[in-house]
Nanobody, 123 residues
Framework: QVQLVESGGGSAQAGGSLRLSCAASGRTFSRYHMGWFRQAPGKEREFVATISWSGDTIYYADSVKGRFTISRDNAKNTVYLQMNSLKAEDTAVYYC????????????????WGPGTQVTVSS
């Protein structure tokens, strides 16, 4: 399994931007499908975006489509989440996840998770 660490969280004004990074350890990062999830206070964890190991296939939650962009750099063992046009409802702890076999929106299917990074958007 890979070890994951998120960074890039912080505070932003509504309408602003943040870019999250998720650095993975190990030499097999390029074989992992990667996902971003988030959990707001008092709410369940929800799917945000996912990218296949090759980067060829990407899915977004409807709530972030057109505002967020997921990408990966396999040479740097890193996956990114560019977040634009931020809204107050984007406030959450953001987690990246990885799995060798599963590619999809179900967080429970991912076997590796980072500790999370807080994103706070003020209106």
């Amino acid at each position: 399994q890979v070890q994951l660490v998120e960074s890039g969280g912080g505070s932003a004004q509504a309408g602003g931007s943040l870019r999250l990074s998720c650095a993975a350890s190990g030499r097999t990062f390029s074989r992992y499908h990667m996902g971003w999830f988030r959990q707001a206070p008092g709410k369940e964890r929800e799917f945000v975006a996912t990218i296949s190991w090759s980067g060829d296939t990407i899915y977004y939650a409807d709530s972030v489509k057109g505002r967020f962009t997921i990408s990966r750099d396999n040479a740097k063992n890193t996956v990114y989440l560019q977040m634009n046009s931020l809204k107050a409802e984007d406030t959450a702890v953001y987690y990246c996840a990885a799995d060798r076999s599963y590619f999809g929106v179900a967080g429970a299917q991912y076997h590796s998770w980072g500790p999370g990074t807080q994103v706070t958007v003020s209106s």
